[in-house]
């Protein structure tokens, strides 16, 4: 996604998530968004959309993109949103091992759950190099959505075995975003980089 982007002349700055607390990447977000000029247009994977929601109030930003990604309410939390039965993943339950206060996907079960259509070698890759998911992360609510506010685009992944395509269905026209869908997994943004693209109007500046 980075290489599209910067090839179609993008300016595009990203967010290194240490998923331990919500307001800790909000603010992480907020500091890369202010060293761009102009709008930005915040893009949210999975948990990331949790994060966009909440920073995307700032008056920089100009919409979200929503990649199967959680848009919650206010006083939502992913906590809150996957104790829903339908909200709930195939995968998770089986493959979510936790440590102390963090999480991790059972390297075992990681392609299956996540990454299904990524080919095998760069699955293991995405395995062993995940991000640990704070308990604290995972409980953040939200403030006040930025989708109220500002136009969203959500690609909804309709193989999907985290987040159920249901869910992201149902969350996307929540927030009244503009929805595209495509068959793949959960790590649709390294199986198939180009149709997130299809989702959103060009903004002219990109954070992801």
């Known amino acids: 996604m980075y290489k599209i982007l910067r090839k179609d002349g993008y300016n595009v700055a990203i967010v290194q998530n240490s998923t331990e607390s919500l307001a800790g990447d909000v603010a992480a977000t907020k500091l890369v968004m202010d060293t761009l000029d102009g709008p930005v247009l915040l ?9 966009i929601t909440e920073a995307g109030n700032d008056p920089k930003v100009a919409g979200l993109v929503y ?3 959680f848009a919650p309410d206010k006083g939502e939390s992913v906590d809150a949103l996957i104790k829903n039965p339908a909200a709930r993943c195939a995968g998770c339950p089986r493959s979510l091992r936790r440590a102390t206060d963090i999480l991790f996907l059972d390297r075992a079960k990681f392609r299956a759950s996540f990454a299904a259509d990524v080919d095998e070698e760069k699955a293991a890759f995405m395995a062993d190099s995940q991000v640990p998911w704070g308990v604290e992360a995972l409980r953040g609510a939200i403030s006040e ?5 500002k136009p969203s685009w959500y690609l909804v992944t309709t193989e999907d075995k985290m987040i159920p395509p ?9 927030a009244g975003s503009t929805v595209v869908e495509e068959k793949g ?16 109007r060009r903004p002219p500046r990109v954070c992801t």
């Open 43 to 51: 893009v949210g994977h999975s948990y990331g959309g949790v994060v």
């Open 67 to 69: 990649i199967a990604a």
């Open 145 to 149: 959505p930025a989708w109220k506010n």
């Open 166 to 174: 249901a869910a992201q269905r149902a969350m996307s026209k929540r």
């Open 185 to 200: 997994s959960h790590a649709i943004y390294v199986s198939k980089p180009e149709p997130w693209q299809r989702s959103y």
